[in-house]
Protein backbone atom coordinates (compact mmCIF):
# COMPACT_ATOMS: atom_id res chain seq x y z
CA UNK A 1 0.00 0.00 0.00
CA UNK A 2 2.74 2.42 0.84
CA UNK A 3 5.95 3.06 -1.59
CA UNK A 4 8.09 5.32 0.40
CA UNK A 5 7.56 4.21 3.98
CA UNK A 6 6.99 0.92 5.86
CA UNK A 7 4.08 0.78 8.25
CA UNK A 8 3.47 -2.35 10.50
CA UNK A 9 2.12 -2.57 14.05
CA UNK A 10 3.31 -5.17 16.53
CA UNK A 11 2.55 -5.74 20.44
CA UNK A 12 0.60 -2.53 20.65
CA UNK A 13 3.26 -0.03 18.59
CA UNK A 14 2.82 1.73 15.28
CA UNK A 15 6.56 1.45 13.49
CA UNK A 16 6.46 3.72 10.85
CA UNK A 17 10.00 3.69 8.99
CA UNK A 18 11.00 6.20 6.11
CA UNK A 19 12.13 4.09 3.27
CA UNK A 20 13.73 5.91 0.50
CA UNK A 21 17.71 5.25 1.90
CA UNK A 22 19.28 5.75 -1.90
CA UNK A 23 17.86 9.08 -1.28
CA UNK A 24 18.90 9.35 2.23
CA UNK A 25 15.01 9.21 3.40
CA UNK A 26 14.52 13.10 1.66
CA UNK A 27 11.09 14.25 2.35
CA UNK A 28 8.89 14.62 -0.86
CA UNK A 29 5.97 15.37 -1.12
CA UNK A 30 4.80 11.71 -1.49
CA UNK A 31 6.02 10.72 1.58
CA UNK A 32 4.92 13.62 3.16
CA UNK A 33 1.61 12.27 2.05
CA UNK A 34 2.19 8.77 3.53
CA UNK A 35 3.29 9.51 6.71
CA UNK A 36 0.08 11.52 6.66
CA UNK A 37 -1.86 8.45 5.61
CA UNK A 38 0.02 5.98 7.97
CA UNK A 39 -1.23 9.30 11.08
CA UNK A 40 -4.91 8.76 10.04
CA UNK A 41 -4.47 4.73 10.51
CA UNK A 42 -2.79 5.32 13.58
CA UNK A 43 -5.62 7.73 15.34
CA UNK A 44 -8.17 5.60 14.46
CA UNK A 45 -6.63 2.09 15.52
CA UNK A 46 -6.96 1.20 19.09
CA UNK A 47 -4.73 -1.43 18.89
CA UNK A 48 -2.07 1.32 18.16
CA UNK A 49 -1.10 2.67 21.68
CA UNK A 50 2.17 4.48 20.98
CA UNK A 51 4.62 5.17 17.18
CA UNK A 52 8.19 4.92 16.75
CA UNK A 53 9.10 6.97 13.81
CA UNK A 54 12.45 6.00 12.27
CA UNK A 55 14.87 5.63 8.46
CA UNK A 56 15.71 3.32 6.65
CA UNK A 57 19.54 3.23 6.26
CA UNK A 58 21.68 5.34 7.26
CA UNK A 59 19.84 8.66 7.45
CA UNK A 60 16.77 9.25 9.94
CA UNK A 61 15.78 11.91 7.37
CA UNK A 62 18.16 14.03 5.52
CA UNK A 63 15.71 16.82 4.85
CA UNK A 64 12.81 17.59 2.16
CA UNK A 65 14.18 16.39 -0.79
CA UNK A 66 16.28 18.80 -2.65
CA UNK A 67 15.64 17.63 -6.69
CA UNK A 68 11.96 18.14 -5.98
CA UNK A 69 12.09 21.45 -4.40
CA UNK A 70 14.17 22.84 -7.35
CA UNK A 71 11.71 22.08 -9.76
CA UNK A 72 9.47 24.05 -7.51
CA UNK A 73 7.85 27.78 -8.27
CA UNK A 74 6.18 29.93 -5.01
CA UNK A 75 3.36 28.23 -5.57
CA UNK A 76 4.64 24.68 -5.45
CA UNK A 77 6.77 25.53 -2.65
CA UNK A 78 3.79 27.04 -0.35
CA UNK A 79 1.64 23.56 -1.09
CA UNK A 80 4.77 21.72 -0.05
CA UNK A 81 5.25 23.90 2.88
CA UNK A 82 1.58 23.78 4.36
CA UNK A 83 1.75 19.64 3.11
CA UNK A 84 4.88 19.73 5.54
CA UNK A 85 2.96 21.72 8.43
CA UNK A 86 0.15 19.26 8.29
CA UNK A 87 2.14 16.68 8.63
CA UNK A 88 3.86 17.97 11.89
CA UNK A 89 1.01 19.40 12.95
CA UNK A 90 -0.62 15.82 13.20
CA UNK A 91 1.84 14.39 14.86
CA UNK A 92 1.31 16.76 17.11
CA UNK A 93 -2.45 16.75 17.42
CA UNK A 94 -2.96 12.90 17.95
CA UNK A 95 -3.67 11.88 21.08
CA UNK A 96 -1.12 8.79 21.53
CA UNK A 97 2.75 9.18 22.07
CA UNK A 98 5.09 9.26 19.19
CA UNK A 99 8.96 8.86 19.62
CA UNK A 100 11.25 9.29 17.16
CA UNK A 101 14.40 6.75 16.53
CA UNK A 102 17.03 8.95 15.46
CA UNK A 103 19.26 6.29 13.90
CA UNK A 104 21.39 9.00 11.62
CA UNK A 105 21.22 12.17 9.76
CA UNK A 106 17.96 14.24 10.95
CA UNK A 107 18.86 17.16 9.24
CA UNK A 108 16.19 20.27 7.70
CA UNK A 109 13.13 18.77 7.58
CA UNK A 110 14.58 15.88 9.43
CA UNK A 111 15.23 17.32 12.49
CA UNK A 112 11.85 19.16 12.13
CA UNK A 113 9.86 15.60 11.47
CA UNK A 114 11.45 14.60 15.31
CA UNK A 115 11.36 17.47 16.82
CA UNK A 116 7.24 17.65 15.69
CA UNK A 117 7.29 14.05 17.65
CA UNK A 118 6.48 13.89 21.40
CA UNK A 119 10.25 12.02 22.67
CA UNK A 120 13.16 11.67 20.95
CA UNK A 121 16.23 8.94 21.17
CA UNK A 122 19.16 9.41 19.18
CA UNK A 123 21.64 6.97 17.69
CA UNK A 124 25.25 7.46 18.72
CA UNK A 125 25.65 7.63 14.93
CA UNK A 126 22.90 10.06 14.73
CA UNK A 127 23.45 13.86 13.13
CA UNK A 128 21.44 17.19 13.25
CA UNK A 129 21.05 19.96 12.16
CA UNK A 130 19.06 23.12 10.13
CA UNK A 131 21.41 23.13 6.82
CA UNK A 132 18.35 25.32 4.74
CA UNK A 133 20.77 28.64 4.66
CA UNK A 134 23.39 26.55 2.36
CA UNK A 135 20.53 26.26 -0.10
CA UNK A 136 19.21 30.08 0.12
CA UNK A 137 16.16 29.04 2.39
CA UNK A 138 15.37 28.64 5.99
CA UNK A 139 13.36 25.99 7.96
CA UNK A 140 10.14 25.61 6.15
CA UNK A 141 8.59 22.79 8.43
CA UNK A 142 8.70 24.37 11.80
CA UNK A 143 12.18 24.49 12.19
CA UNK A 144 12.42 28.02 13.09
CA UNK A 145 9.40 27.95 15.59
CA UNK A 146 10.13 24.25 17.51
CA UNK A 147 14.10 24.60 17.66
CA UNK A 148 13.39 27.55 20.01
CA UNK A 149 10.86 25.70 22.04
CA UNK A 150 13.22 23.07 22.56
CA UNK A 151 16.89 24.44 22.92
CA UNK A 152 16.30 28.13 23.49
CA UNK A 153 16.16 31.00 21.24
CA UNK A 154 20.10 31.21 21.30
CA UNK A 155 21.01 28.01 20.27
CA UNK A 156 18.30 27.82 17.58
CA UNK A 157 19.57 31.16 16.29
CA UNK A 158 23.13 29.32 16.15
CA UNK A 159 22.25 26.36 14.60
CA UNK A 160 19.96 27.99 12.22
CA UNK A 161 22.44 30.80 11.31
CA UNK A 162 25.67 28.60 10.84
CA UNK A 163 23.84 25.19 9.89
CA UNK A 164 26.29 23.39 11.76
CA UNK A 165 25.61 19.81 12.10
CA UNK A 166 25.66 18.34 15.96
CA UNK A 167 26.44 14.65 17.33
CA UNK A 168 24.26 12.76 19.50
CA UNK A 169 25.80 14.28 22.64
CA UNK A 170 25.53 17.56 21.79
CA UNK A 171 21.99 17.11 20.66
CA UNK A 172 21.02 15.20 23.99
CA UNK A 173 23.60 18.90 26.38
CA UNK A 174 21.46 21.32 24.76
CA UNK A 175 17.73 19.45 24.72
CA UNK A 176 17.19 18.44 21.37
CA UNK A 177 17.10 14.83 22.50
CA UNK A 178 15.92 13.10 25.55
CA UNK A 179 18.18 9.99 25.47
CA UNK A 180 20.83 8.54 23.35
CA UNK A 181 21.67 5.06 22.09
CA UNK A 182 24.02 2.40 20.63
CA UNK A 183 22.53 1.97 16.81
CA UNK A 184 21.71 -1.90 18.37
CA UNK A 185 20.20 -0.43 21.26
CA UNK A 186 18.20 2.47 19.50
CA UNK A 187 14.76 0.80 18.78
CA UNK A 188 14.48 -1.82 22.27
CA UNK A 189 15.49 1.72 23.73
CA UNK A 190 12.53 3.45 22.44
CA UNK A 191 10.70 -0.18 22.18
CA UNK A 192 11.23 0.21 26.64
CA UNK A 193 9.76 3.63 26.51
CA UNK A 194 6.64 3.12 24.60
CA UNK A 195 6.02 0.14 26.77
CA UNK A 196 6.21 2.15 29.86
CA UNK A 197 4.25 4.69 28.44
CA UNK A 198 1.56 2.23 27.35
CA UNK A 199 1.12 0.85 31.24
CA UNK A 200 -0.05 4.32 32.24
CA UNK A 201 -3.61 5.02 31.61
CA UNK A 202 -4.19 6.30 27.84
CA UNK A 203 -6.71 8.85 28.74
CA UNK A 204 -4.46 10.73 31.11
CA UNK A 205 -1.39 10.14 28.49
CA UNK A 206 -3.71 11.50 25.42
CA UNK A 207 -4.70 14.50 27.46
CA UNK A 208 -1.81 15.03 29.01
CA UNK A 209 0.18 15.11 25.37
CA UNK A 210 -2.64 17.66 24.06
CA UNK A 211 -2.30 19.69 27.36
CA UNK A 212 1.37 20.24 26.94
CA UNK A 213 1.29 20.88 23.30
CA UNK A 214 -1.68 23.09 23.31
CA UNK A 215 -0.38 25.10 26.57
CA UNK A 216 2.50 25.77 25.80
CA UNK A 217 1.83 29.27 23.91
CA UNK A 218 -0.66 30.43 26.17
CA UNK A 219 0.07 32.65 29.13
CA UNK A 220 -0.39 31.56 32.42
CA UNK A 221 -3.25 32.12 33.32
CA UNK A 222 -4.99 30.80 30.38
CA UNK A 223 -2.74 27.83 30.57
CA UNK A 224 -3.73 26.99 33.94
CA UNK A 225 -7.42 27.23 32.98
CA UNK A 226 -6.56 24.92 29.96
CA UNK A 227 -4.97 22.54 32.98
CA UNK A 228 -8.29 22.52 35.23
CA UNK A 229 -10.46 21.16 32.39
CA UNK A 230 -8.01 18.72 31.09
CA UNK A 231 -7.68 17.05 34.42
CA UNK A 232 -11.50 17.24 34.92
CA UNK A 233 -11.87 15.22 31.86
CA UNK A 234 -9.20 12.77 32.99
CA UNK A 235 -10.87 12.78 37.16
CA UNK A 236 -14.11 11.99 34.67
CA UNK A 237 -12.60 8.67 33.12
CA UNK A 238 -13.07 5.00 34.45
CA UNK A 239 -8.83 4.63 34.43
CA UNK A 240 -8.78 7.41 37.29
CA UNK A 241 -11.28 5.13 39.14
CA UNK A 242 -9.03 2.31 38.39
CA UNK A 243 -6.22 3.56 38.84
CA UNK A 244 -6.63 5.00 43.02
CA UNK A 245 -8.23 1.79 43.19
CA UNK A 246 -5.72 -0.46 42.61
CA UNK A 247 -3.68 1.72 44.53
CA UNK A 248 -5.47 1.23 47.44
CA UNK A 249 -5.54 -2.27 47.10
CA UNK A 250 -1.66 -2.25 46.38
CA UNK A 251 -2.30 -3.74 42.78
CA UNK A 252 -1.76 -3.22 39.21
CA UNK A 253 -4.14 -0.84 37.88
CA UNK A 254 -6.16 -2.51 34.47
CA UNK A 255 -6.79 0.51 32.54
CA UNK A 256 -9.54 0.09 30.15
CA UNK A 257 -9.08 3.22 27.94
CA UNK A 258 -12.11 4.35 29.37
N1 LIG B 1 17.15 15.71 -0.96
C1 LIG B 1 17.32 14.95 -2.04
N2 LIG B 1 18.32 14.06 -2.16
C2 LIG B 1 19.15 13.94 -1.12
C3 LIG B 1 19.04 14.71 0.05
C4 LIG B 1 17.95 15.64 0.11
N3 LIG B 1 17.74 16.39 1.18
N4 LIG B 1 20.04 14.37 0.89
C5 LIG B 1 20.74 13.43 0.26
N5 LIG B 1 20.23 13.16 -0.95
C6 LIG B 1 20.69 12.21 -1.92
C7 LIG B 1 22.01 12.69 -2.56
O1 LIG B 1 21.72 13.62 -3.59
C8 LIG B 1 22.57 11.40 -3.08
O2 LIG B 1 21.88 11.05 -4.27
P1 LIG B 1 22.69 10.34 -5.51
O3 LIG B 1 23.79 11.26 -5.86
O4 LIG B 1 23.17 9.04 -4.94
O5 LIG B 1 21.63 10.19 -6.56
C9 LIG B 1 22.15 10.38 -2.01
O6 LIG B 1 21.06 10.98 -1.31
C10 LIG B 1 23.24 10.08 -1.01
O7 LIG B 1 23.70 11.32 -0.50
P2 LIG B 1 25.26 11.68 -0.42
O8 LIG B 1 26.02 11.03 -1.52
O9 LIG B 1 25.37 13.17 -0.28
O10 LIG B 1 25.67 10.97 0.96
P3 LIG B 1 26.76 11.40 2.03
O11 LIG B 1 26.81 10.28 3.00
O12 LIG B 1 28.02 11.84 1.35
O13 LIG B 1 26.14 12.70 2.76
C11 LIG B 1 24.41 13.99 3.81
C12 LIG B 1 24.97 12.57 3.51
C13 LIG B 1 23.06 13.79 4.48
C14 LIG B 1 25.34 14.74 4.77
C15 LIG B 1 24.31 14.79 2.49
O14 LIG B 1 23.57 13.99 1.56
C16 LIG B 1 23.61 16.11 2.64
O15 LIG B 1 24.20 17.08 3.06
N6 LIG B 1 22.31 16.13 2.25
C17 LIG B 1 21.57 17.34 2.17
C18 LIG B 1 21.20 17.84 3.53
C19 LIG B 1 20.34 19.04 3.39
O16 LIG B 1 20.79 20.13 3.02
N7 LIG B 1 19.06 18.80 3.58
C20 LIG B 1 18.05 19.71 3.18
C21 LIG B 1 17.80 20.67 4.26
S1 LIG B 1 16.69 21.84 3.64
C22 LIG B 1 9.95 24.26 2.39
C23 LIG B 1 9.62 23.34 3.35
C24 LIG B 1 10.61 22.70 4.00
C25 LIG B 1 11.92 22.91 3.70
C26 LIG B 1 12.20 23.82 2.77
C27 LIG B 1 11.25 24.51 2.09
N8 LIG B 1 8.90 24.91 1.66
C28 LIG B 1 8.05 23.92 1.01
C29 LIG B 1 9.29 26.01 0.84
C30 LIG B 1 12.95 22.15 4.31
C31 LIG B 1 14.15 22.16 3.72
C32 LIG B 1 15.19 21.29 4.12
O17 LIG B 1 15.00 20.28 4.74
Do not use: W
Request: aromatic share 6%; charged share 25%; with cysteine.
Amino acid sequence: MYETIKYEVSGGIGYITINRPKAMNALNGQVLDEIYAACTEIEKDDAVKAVILTGEGKAFVAGADIAQMNQLDAVGGRALMIKGHKVMNYIEAIEKPFIAAVNGFALGGGCELAMACDIRVASEKAKFGQPEVNLGILPGFGGTQRLPRLVGKGMAKYLIMTADMINAEEALRIGLVEKVASPEDLIPTCEKIAQTIMSKAPIAIGIAKSTINNGYDLDMRAASTLEIEAFTSAFASEDKTEGMTAFLEKREAEFKNK
